[in-house]
T-cell receptor, first 114, second 112 residues
Framework: AQSVTQPDIHITVSEGASLELRCNYS??????LFWYVQSPGQGLQLLLK??????LVQGIKGFEAEFKRSQSSFNLRKPSVHWSDAAEYFC????????????FGAGTQVVVTP | DVKVTQSSRYLVKRTGEKVFLECVQD?????MFWYRQDPGLGLRLIYF???????EKGDIPEGYSVSREKKERFSLILESASTNQTSMYLC???????????FGPGTRLTVL
């Protein structure tokens, strides 16, 4: 069965420190992957996406993610977090044969401390 | 910029009521989706549509129906609302299959 796992439900990080959010997937077909961010009470905003090509992708707000096929992972990173990065982050995976449907992880809540 | 709008940000209904959630996108996208979001469960797909008058069940369609009479509008219908349908409902659209989905702001529905 297809699945997406975000192992960390909650992460606390100090402002200025680096951040890494983990995402692992189990998919039979060639996947395409997304990271979305959700601020409180808001919809989801796309941070970055991977369809093919260079496995290191750059996104908005200084985020990047690396697709590692051998590890079935698509981890999100930011070198230096800002207080405004406090939000919930979702990894999502789709497959070209899935009619555009996405499977979402359960989300990781990021808290930024001064 | 893509704009996906949802008719209400907050909605309170009573058990047994018929509830309509409306979603409109302004970018001529082919595909539209309805999700519900619950803490610890992420987003779960209720229904999606890849064309006018076409609909497909997602992972949790029970208790819901949808309507897509025009390309830009996708409605989610709760025929008889129940308390376990209290949730955040998110609509999304994408230009074609296997492409980025763009989300609306969500409707937080409470069923009493």
């Amino acid at each position: 069965a297809q699945s997406v796992t975000q192992p960390d439900i909650h992460i606390t990080v100090s402002e200025g420190a680096s951040l890494e959010l983990r995402c692992n997937y189990s998919y039979g077909a060639t996947p395409y992957l997304f990271w979305y961010v959700q601020s409180p009470g808001q919809g989801l905003q796309l941070l970055l996406k991977y369809f093919s090509g260079d496995t290191l992708v750059q996104g908005i707000k200084g985020f990047e993610a690396e697709f590692k096929r051998s590890q079935s992972s698509f981890n999100l990173r930011k070198p230096s977090v800002h207080w405004s990065d406090a939000a919930e982050y979702f990894c999502a995976v789709g497959a070209t044969d899935s009619w555009g449907k996405l499977q979402f992880g359960a989300g990781t809540q990021v808290v930024v401390t001064p | 910029d893509v704009k996906v709008t949802q008719s209400s940000r907050y909605l309170v209904k009573r058990t047994g009521e018929k509830v309509f959630l409306e979603c409109v996108q302004d970018m001529d996208h082919e595909n539209m989706f309805w999700y519900r979001q619950d803490p610890g469960l992420g987003l779960r797909l209720i229904y999606f549509s890849y064309d006018v008058k076409m609909k497909e069940k997602g992972d949790i369609p029970e208790g819901y129906s949808v309507s897509r009479e025009k390309k830009e509008r996708f409605s989610l219908i709760l025929e008889s609302a129940s308390t376990n349908q209290t949730s955040m409902y998110l609509c999304a659209s994408s230009p074609r299959r296997s492409d980025t989905q763009y989300f609306g702001p969500g409707t937080r529905l409470t069923v009493l």
